[in-house]
């Protein structure tokens, strides 16, 4: 029998308190956005980008 790892809690909370953060973050910066640049012009670039990094 192999010994299983035991999760370091902190630094799972740590993942999981940024992962919020960066969905979060998304809401701010579209309102910023959608603000200053045009709606349709602003989701070609985020569907071109997802579409490079993918």
């Known amino acids: ?17 940024l992962l919020a ?3 979060g973050s998304s809401y701010s ?3 910023i ?4 640049i045009p709606p349709f012009s602003l989701i070609a670039f ?3 980008l997802a579409a490079v990094l993918l």
Do not use: D, H, I, Q
């Open 1 to 17: 029998m192999t010994p299983t790892a035991k999760p370091n809690m902190a630094f799972e909370l740590f993942l999981l308190v």
């Open 21 to 23: 953060f960066l969905w």
């Open 29 to 31: 910066f579209m309102k």
């Open 33 to 36: 956005a959608v603000e200053t």
């Open 46 to 48: 985020r569907v071109s």
